[in-house]
């Protein structure tokens, strides 16, 4: 009994914190979505953004980590705000067609990830784990990543105060009308731009906060920021659309997956389980697994 | 609208003619290059039909081009095919593939579909990627030459064989564009209730551009892996599907020529830039953020809208 124990809480934590990275980058997701109607392919550019001016701070300025940590997440919270002024509110006007809207963001993406390429090389950033090398030991043979742990924390305390924000706050009160009805926003008195501008740099701030935390446990490049954009946006789809709390879920089930299958079978088809989930989820429940989770007005699932 | 119609295919042949003469005077480097426009410009046409003519998003060719290089090259390595019959048996394999998955993909909409196809691409990299004994895995694998006739063809055979399938491609998506098919494929794309109204079958035409798409990218992947002659995963990776994407948006999303010139100007960028490589990928994201705030229709349908006002 022990003996499983200790197999499986590593997996579970490992599950978890994965799950909540990409929860946390559906989050981040979800926040656009919700105020825009707009899928943000930068997503994982923020966070690779952020992940190299916290890089960046530390290994080239000296500064420790506490002070990176806040330059690295208000960087990646202000490129979302130039991407949201430089390609959403341009192409919107415009009446571009969604994949225009795709492709902006992308372009966006592309450049952040040319610029960091060009100053690093596309060499890898590295941050060191916050807490120090050595692992927590709960009992003899028996021990806890304790990044993975912050990146859970990290996840509850975003997902509450997101909460706090969209539902306690008029601000909140002004997002969600803007991602509701825009044209009634409007005639309402909302400044529905000022809005979508907020919402991308809320998603930057989290996706940035995400980025760094993950920074620590497997190596970033100018690169990787589309991949975590698409782990994110499956989680988003797998959980359900425009749901904060879903996509949260939607990542956790996504990582316990993975590391499920990682620990108890082989790590080589694990990345394929993540699209083969992401088909199954599209062909039988097209509106995601947790979609009513928690939104008022509807039966709790 | 017929004379543009009929100007595009005249700057095509006179594109093409160039193409067919450059062998004479141009070193390997540069039939290197046309042979590379030649094969993506493949398979933008094809994305071109799909998403410029259809207005579906489609975010995993890379998933057929990967089918494409992949199959002939199995075929002819461990079953000791001939080329030029792996060749149509690979446009088979990935036309029932891509039939397969227009069920669940196709059921999609907007975003959805975008990430519906990208992780089929995905889902067809990682594959090939971890079947090592079969594929040569992450390492790649050398691709067999090709014998015709108890000779073995050199570069310049697939330069000439790149050249006629670009313009059998093209000539198809012409002809198609223009026909009464491309004005019910125009429809769907423009107003799917609408076009549902006036009787089309929206289910068959998605169905249909989506296997246009999917088997066009396949043959570009096998005459890809053919003049390669060495492939690994690492080509048809996340950035090919984007790459393509760009190549299509540059060039100018439903016109007949805008995926021959995105295509060039995508290929041709990095090697323009080759004394400075680490800005490449700096210089395709800001191609794109240009050209996507300054010419909405794309390079050609820019230079399409000067001619027409002056």
């Known amino acids: 009994m022990f003996q499983f124990l200790a197999d499986f809480l590593p997996i579970l934590i490992v599950g978890l914190s994965l799950g909540n990275l990409f929860g946390l980058v559906g989050l981040a997701f979800t926040v656009i979505i919700n105020a825009c109607q707009i899928v943000n392919f930068a ?49 919107q006007k415009r009446g571009a067609p969604p994949f225009t809207m795709i492709l902006g963001t992308m372009a966006m993406g592309i450049i952040a990830a040319g610029v960091v390429g060009v100053y690093t090389k596309f060499w890898w950033m590295k941050i060191n784990p ?57 005639i309402l008195g909302i400044q529905t731009s000022r809005m979508m501008g907020l919402s991308f740099l809320v998603s930057g701030i989290i996706a940035g906060i995400a980025g760094i935390l993950c920074a620590p446990l497997s190596a970033f490049n100018a690169l990787q920021g589309l991949p975590l954009a698409i782990n994110g946006f499956i989680s988003v789809i797998v959980g359900g659309w425009g749901n904060p709390y879903a996509a949260v879920l939607g990542g956790i089930t996504l990582g316990l997956v993975r590391a499920l299958l990682t620990g108890y079978l082989s790590s080589a088809h694990a990345e394929m389980a993540t699209f083969v989930v992401l088909i199954i989820v599209l062909t039988w429940k097209p509106e995601g697994l947790f979609s009513r989770f928690m939104i008022p007005g509807s039966k709790k699932s | 609208m017929i004379s543009y119609v009929k100007r595009d295919l005249l700057i095509f042949f006179i594109l093409l003619g160039a193409a067919a003469l450059l062998p004479c005077i141009a070193g390997e480097f540069y039939q290197y290059l046309v042979r590379l426009i030649g094969v993506y410009a493949i398979m933008a046409l094809g994305l071109n039909i799909f998403m410029g003519y259809c ?32 060749l149509p048996v690979t446009t088979l394999i990935s036309f029932l593939v891509g039939w397969g998955m227009s069920w669940p993909l196709l059921r999609l909409r907007g975003h959805s579909m975008a990430i519906g196809t990208m992780a089929f691409a995905m889902g067809v990299y990682l594959v090939f ?11 790649g694998t050398v691709v067999p ?64 551009a989506w296997l246009i798409n999917g088997v066009l990218a396949s043959v570009a992947g096998s005459l890809y892996a053919q003049q390669a002659g060495f492939i690994s995963p690492d080509t048809f ?59 909405p229709h794309g390079v050609v349908g820019a230079i399409a809208k000067r001619f027409r006002s002056v």
């Not at chain 1, 952020?50 to 960087?75: D, E, K, R, S």
């Not at chain 2, 990627?129 to 390492?139: A, C, N």
């Not at chain 2, 000779?151 to 491609?169: C, E, R, W």
């Open chain 1, 130 to 186: 916050f807490l120090g090398n050595e692992p927590w030991k709960i009992a003899a043979g028996l021990s806890v990543d304790h990044q993975g742990v912050l990146i859970i924390i990290a996840t509850v305390l975003l997902v509450v105060g997101y909460w706090y924000l969209l539902n306690k706050t008029r601000l909140g009160l002004a997002l969600r009308a803007t991602g509701f009805n825009r044209e009634v926003s409007i």
């Open chain 2, 145 to 208: 030459g090709m014998t015709l006739l108890g000779q073995t063809m050199g570069n310049v055979f697939y330069y000439y064989l790149i050249l006629f399938s670009l313009a059998v491609a093209f000539l198809m998506c012409y002809f198609l564009g223009n026909s009464q098919l491309g004005l019910a494929l125009r429809a769907v794309g423009d107003n799917e209730d609408a076009a549902a109204a006036m009787g089309i079958d929206i289910k068959y035409y998605k169905k249909l």
């Open chain 2, 237 to 295: 990776g996340l950035w090919t599907n984007v790459l393509i994407l760009v190549m299509l948006c540059v060039g100018g999303t439903g016109t007949i020529l805008g995926p021959l010139v995105g295509a060039a100007i995508m290929t041709l960028l990095p090697y323009l830039l080759v004394k400075i490589q680490h800005y490449t990928f700096l210089m395709q994201g800001l191609v794109l953020f240009g050209v996507l705030r300054f010419m």
């Open chain 1, 43 to 91: 997503q994982g550019d923020f966070a690779m953004l952020g992940v190299a001016f916290c890089w960046f701070t530390i290994t080239a300025l000296h500064f420790p980590l506490w002070v990176a940590f806040p330059v690295g997440v208000i960087a990646a919270g202000l490129f979302g705000f130039l991407t949201e002024k430089a390609v959403i509110t341009p192409l």
């Open chain 2, 129 to 139: 990627e971890r079947f090592p004994t079969l594929t040569g895995g992450s390492d």
């Open chain 2, 55 to 86: 207005g579906q998003v489609n975010i995993g060719i890379a998933g057929f081009f990967c089918m494409g290089a992949y199959f002939p090259t199995i075929l002819q390595d461990k079953a000791g095919w001939h080329y030029l019959v792996a």
